[in-house]
């Protein structure tokens, strides 16, 4: 008789978790709605967990990005490949003022919370400089 209680016992706890699993409580059920709402048509998404944060890498219009949500799955920021040629019109032109005929590479285009801005390399004089720029032109950093 014990063990019939038991199992009945073990069959509706394992009921009543799978059953509530995919509530759409869970933070990755969230997370996945509020990505394919934001990223619509996002390719070959892979996802990692990078401390307490839910990280999704994938092509979007062919350009590699990454978006990083908090655990209840709020979109907290992306990072996206660009080109020069992307680039606000006013960072052209801030750039060339400032770094004459210096190439950038590597350029990324950040969108956070706060506002967005644009990262990129450049070698100058056999340094290289780690550069941050906003939308308007206005150097933020210069590593």
């Known amino acids: 008789m014990k063990q019939i209680i038991l199992s009945m016992c073990v069959m509706l706890t394992v009921s009543f978790t799978s059953l509530f699993a995919n509530s759409d409580d869970d933070p990755n059920t969230k997370t996945e709605q509020r990505f394919k709402i934001a ?3 996002a390719e070959g998404v892979k996802w990692s967990q990078e401390g307490k944060y839910i990280k999704a890498v994938f092509l979007f219009y062919g350009r590699g990005t990454q978006a990083l949500f908090s655990a209840d799955g709020e979109l907290l920021g992306s990072v ?4 020069y040629a992307d680039l606000p019109v006013r960072v052209m032109i801030a750039i060339r003022k400032r770094y004459d005929n210096a190439i950038p590479f590597g350029m990324t285009e950040v969108n956070r919370l ?8 450049i070698d100058k004089e056999n340094k290289r400089l780690e550069i941050s720029i906003s939308p308007d032109g206005s150097f ?4």
């Open 114 to 121: 706060d506002g967005t801005h644009y990262r990129f390399s």
């Open 80 to 83: 996206r490949n660009i080109f």
């Open 39 to 41: 990223f619509p048509g």
């Open 140 to 143: 933020i950093n210069v590593k």
